[in-house]
């Protein structure tokens, strides 16, 4: 089975810009997390999905950021505009629905870098 | 607030010693707690979760909960190059935002060959 996907792996973008990071949870799993990594905050949830729909958005850090999850396979995290505070690790993690429910599969993450 | 601390490192261990991780939390209403690895550019992987008090073994890892103390640990034993990775822990709650993870900003382990 093909884990969480995330893309792009990389992006490189300019203060201003629109940035849109995508994932594909794994099938069958009805929650999805983004959560973004860096050195100074470690790792931190932004917001939290339970059958497509936002459960918990609170960590997201300001209305810069949305996210969508519009079906069972596709969630987008998007930044507009982009701040080079901005950049880090963005990485989705999705959950089973039943057995191992306590497991959360992570994605390789999207590192952001903007200038 | 629902932390989770960690001492940084990096914590240098010789090949074939046991390596002890060690995580304190601060919610006395945490229920559960998880140790995820993850590589240098790569993702957490969970490695071991525990949800009472004592120690749960895994093959060269155990995890110890005290949750009286509010302290966490995970042991590796016989540390091999390969375990050389960040340690994560982390903890969730009980009841309304049972579903997060609060996360430590982890421990680098650096095994010696």
């Known amino acids: 089975d093909a884990g969480v996907i995330q893309s792009p792996r990389h992006e490189v973008t300019e203060m201003g810009q629109e940035v849109t990071l995508r994932c594909k949870p794994i099938?069958?799993?009805?929650?999805l997390f983004w959560y973004r990594q860096t050195m100074m905050r470690g790792l931190e949830l932004l917001i939290y999905?339970?059958?497509?729909?936002?459960?918990?958005d609170s960590g997201m850090p300001e209305d810069r950021f949305s996210a969508k999850m519009p079906n069972a396979s596709f969630s987008t995290l998007k930044i507009q505009p982009s701040e080079p505070r901005d950049s880090a690790v963005y990485f989705c993690?999705?959950?089973?629905?039943?057995?191992?429910?306590?497991?959360?599969?992570f994605g390789p993450g999207t590192r952001l870098t903007v200038l | 607030q629902k932390e989770v601390e960690q001492n940084s490192g990096p914590l240098s261990v010789p090949e074939g010693a046991i390596a002890s991780l060690n995580c304190t939390y601060s919610?006395?209403?945490?229920?559960?707690f998880f140790w995820y690895r993850q590589y240098s550019g790569k993702s957490p992987e969970l490695i071991m979760s525990?949800?009472?008090?004592g120690d749960k073994e895994d093959g060269r890892f155990t995890a110890q909960l005290n949750k009286a103390s509010q302290y966490v640990s995970l042991l590796i034993r016989d540390s091999q190059p390969s375990d050389s990775a960040t340690y994560l822990c982390?903890?969730?709650?009980?009841?309304?935002?049972?579903?997060?993870?609060?996360f430590g900003k982890g421990t680098k382990l650096s095994v010696i060959p």
């Open positions: 993690a999705s959950r089973p629905t039943s057995g191992s429910t306590d497991t959360q599969y």
């Open positions: 099938s069958g799993h009805n929650s």
């Open positions: 999905f339970n059958n497509n729909v936002p459960i918990d």
């Open positions: 919610d006395r209403g945490s229920q559960s």
């Open positions: 525990i949800y009472s008090n």
């Open positions: 982390a903890r969730r709650g009980a009841g309304a935002g049972s579903y997060q993870l609060t």
